[in-house]
């Protein structure tokens, strides 16, 4: 007989039988849990999904090798979770091969592979798999163990001690006995393959090959000598073949009922992943007699999917600006809290009644108002979730629920109502809107009235706000200079209704995407500029939706082409040291890294980063319009975070946006936080005034003086 | 069981307006309108009782006035008001607060209501007459200016609180039916969220002429007021200054002023 591990060698038919018997009821149990989980995704709202099947699981497969999305600001946890990931791989594919060559082939067809030198070659590939598997599960012990990274830490913001959900401990039970148990499986396993080795070590085909199983090899030269005979052999082997299968099978028994289920709801959910979940909001259907989500199962099933993909991981959490300033919400416990009333509720064979499935208040499971108002929809969660949780609309569809109830703060209320009222956020009249071009010495067309190559779509702040009006009529002044064939709809603009959506005002949304569509419509253009992020964001994401298909850009990639054709002359370089804050509308939300810093280095300003920049760019807190709600007073507020990173840079003069909020709220930070006289705020329009100007009149390079 | 809340679109003026040709009004043209805001807190509480009532409660908003107060009536509907009346004919232009009370209180003859609400003034004319004058019409008690309100739907009496001057409160007990004018603050009015106002476009507003209600042309409009508007204007403004240098300089300066004022004077 060819080489090969006998199976189930020296056992009695029945302990086979009874082996087999264990090894359905695993799988009639795993079976069972499916199902359940299945139902429960079933009691969802049904989803219609664009793309392929196809490109969708390639994308999912190429994240899931790569571990693209678990290593991102986490090199260290990403390659043990590739550890664990490929060792397990390997292990089942190893186990899955068995099966197919006992189980299957050789019972059906009576063909054999598994031995030889095949057989020796898989006995070293999954001594290996097993280190690997062993040696990531050791680091990740170490992890929670030792090096407890403030992410792992499980205690809410969003709950008191006293409350019924404020214990984690579960939690942090699974978490350990989930590694303990591979961890044993894994070592009973080299173990067992060990005590085999010094069963057989009279046989000498099998005792001359052990070097293929290395660490079973050094395991058993260890047990021989410690003194271990060959029936001591025999026996142990016979314990621990039982003790590390029946381990196998409660582990997979338990997969759908623990948080080992990660590792298909995470598949799932990745699949699924909606590229523009935060960029791109839903829209309510015209026929929904009830807006928002209220009920656990007026989520999709999509989204209670995403719900049993958390594992947990606190990135989302880390990243949360509101989280950060002790805000009590963490999108990691909005998900949390929403899985276990989702498991609660839903779990059974009968749907409980309406009222027990209401997913808002403070009780065990539900998510209170205040938690839902804390959010910036700064889509931080979002983009840095590594299995494509989306945290932005389940946290705004919530929101329209409290929005369709009023339940909001006075202050946004007042706001909501001037902005249906007027068209804008300032309660001023439209009259007003374009109040700013009168200073300007050359006229601003009309491009209601006259066909434009690009339309300018200004916005609230840029038109109303004093401080940004200078900004704004500074970009006037740079189009005008590169003869850029520009105009602006004067009152026919209103707001463009990004922060509107984050609130949750829906109706109020369609109304000004509506207003702003026909009036677009009403003007000719080839296409369209803003220097707002939040206007950039909604047009280009989210008014197709609404009929509106426009080429529409940021500013900044239009300045620095303008800059590139030589239509934009610089006088001089400014020598600053900056450094640039990304918004997250133009960043993170539409990707727009690289303009701004190009534009700054023809500038001649040395760009030093922030730690947390790019895509973990830290919101200023103005967005999903807190920037109409106050921030509770003496409290810790994102823009004071941000500045207290800013004012670390050594040597740093200027602080450059490229968001009209942006603006507002840094210069007021900048002062709360006590950094004024210490470098300046300014838009990026003005740095490039400063530059294309000849005088030597500018107010920042004063600052150096400072 | 009714309770009926008339309701005002009111004008608020735009940044820079100008006057109507014949000088007394402003030019339609620069005028935002809203809802009444005392009346967003009578509604709220016609709707509070509706909500806290044992037995089925309906409220119904009135208004006087064009086309254009459909949008406050509207509005009324989507914050959960049952129906919604508006009341116009061409002869009513030009009604002052006491014409409107007469029509008001027809509806109110009409609808007969357990109680009318009503704001204490409308925040763009502020005569805070109309809805007296809508009792003494009507021959029913009213009371101005409540600030709190306990009343069981179907009760003859309706308990209430003033505020007086000096923050002494004033709890009196009236007979149903009966006027009230709700001050702010009474309540917190809801959010009409922009969702329901466009559902409430699709329920019907009711529109009555005078003759539905059995007015007289001649009882509304100028000839039917007590009062007519001669001229609207704006005053010259009134100036300050800061004086500023030292005191022998304030006092020169101030000196030259009383000496330029009484000039002027003379």
Known sequence: MDLTRILFEDFAPAAIGLFY??????????????????????????????????????????????????????????????????GFLLLFLGTATITLDYDILGPLFGVHFWHGKFYLG????????????????????YRRGWLRPPKLDYARP??????????????RREDWAFLWTLVVIAATGYFLEAARLVWLADKPDIWDTRWWSPAGAVLAEGLRAAGMTNTGGAALRLELWWLHGLLALVFIALIPFTKVKHIFTAAGSLMLRDPLAAQRLPRVPEEEKRVGAQYITDFSWKQLLNLDAC???????????????GAPLSPRDVILSLREFANKTLSSADLPPEVELDVHGKGPGQVAMETLWACRTCMACVEVCPVAIEHVPVIVQMRRKLVEEGQMDPQL????????????????????????????????????????????????????????????????????????????LYEGESNAGNDVRRVGEEGLYE???????????????????????????????????????????????????????????????????????????????????????????????????????????????????RIWIPDPVGADKPAHNRMREAAAIPGLQVYVVSCPKDLTMFEDALKTTGNEGKFVVRELIELLREAIEQEQAAPTPGVVAA | MKLLVAVKQVAALDEDFEIRADGRDVEADFLIRDVNEWDDYSLEEA?????????????????????????????????????????????????????????????????????LFAGVQSSDHAFASTGVATAAFLDWPHAAVVANLTYTPGGDTAVFRRELEGGVLHEMQIECPAVLTIQLGINTPRYASL????????????????????????????????????RMYIPDKGRAEMIEGDVEEQAARLAQIIKDAIGGAA
Not at chain 1, 133 to 140: K, N, S, V
Not at chain 1, 518 to 542: C, Q
Request: net charge positive; glycine share 8%; with cysteine.
């Open chain 1, 122 to 141: 898989f006995s070293l590939v999954l001594d290996v798999a097993g280190v690997l598997l062993t040696a990531g599960l050791i680091y990740m012990m």
């Open chain 2, 195 to 230: 969702r329901s106002i466009k559902q409430a476009a699709a329920k019907p507003i009711e529109v009555l002429s005078l003759q539905d209600l059995g007015i007289a042309a001649p009882d509304v409009g100028e000839s039917g007021s007590l009062s007519r508007v001669r």
């Open chain 1, 511 to 625: 109304t000004l995407a509506a207003a702003n569509v026909k009036a677009m419509a009403g003007a000719a253009f080839k296409s369209i500029v803003t220097t707002d992020p939040h206007s950039f964001n909604t047009i280009r994401n989210e008014y197709p939706d609404f009929g509106g298909r426009y080429e529409i850009q940021h500013y900044t990639t239009l300045v620095l082409k303008l800059l590139q054709e030589g239509r934009v002359k610089l006088a001089r370089k400014l020598g600053l040291r900056v450094t640039f804050h990304d918004p997250c509308h133009l960043g993170r939300f539409n990707k727009g890294y690289e303009a701004p810093r190009d534009i700054l280095r023809l500038l001649g300003c040395e760009l030093v980063e922030m730690g947390r920049c790019r895509a973990n760019s830290f919101c200023c807190g103005a967005g999903g319009g």
């Open chain 1, 158 to 171: 969003d709950r008191q001690p006293a409350d019924p959900d404020y214990d984690r401990s579960a939690y």
């Open chain 1, 311 to 325: 594992t947990k991981c606190g990135r989302c959490h880390e990243a949360c600006p509101a989280r950060a300033t």
């Open chain 2, 47 to 115: 709707l509070k009782i509706k909500e806290a009532a044992a037995s089925p409660v309906e409220v119904v908003a009135v208004s006087v006035g064009p086309e254009d107060a459909d949008e406050a009536l509207r509005k009324c509907l989507a914050k959960g008001a049952d129906r919604a009346i508006r009341v116009w004919d061409e002869a009513i232009e030009g009604s002052d607060s006491i014409a409107i009370a007469r029509v008001l209180a027809a509806v109110a003859r009409k609808e007969s209501p357990q109680m």
């Open chain 1, 21 to 86: 018997v264990l090894a359905c009821a695993a799988v009639a149990t795993f079976g069972y849990g499916v199902y359940v989980q299945v139902r429960k995704y079933g009691r969802g709202v049904p989803v219609a999904f664009s793309g392929e099947l196809l490109a969708r699981f390639k994308a999912m497969l190429g994240t899931v090798l790569t571990h693209r999305t678990i290593a991102r600001r986490d090199r260290m946890a990403g390659g043990a979770h590739r550890l664990i990931f490929y």
């Open chain 1, 413 to 488: 209320k007042k706001t909501l109502q001037t902005i249906h009222k007027t068209g804008n956020s300032f309660g001023e009249s439209k009259r007003k809107r374009a109040a700013w071009t009168k200073a300007l010495p050359f006229p601003v067309r009309d491009a209601r009235k006259e066909p434009v190559d690009v339309l300018w779509f200004v916005g609230d702040y840029a038109s109303f706000d004093p401080r940004n009006q200078k900004v704004t009529q500074g970009f006037a002044s740079l189009l005008h200079e590169a003869g850029v064939n520009y105009g602006i």
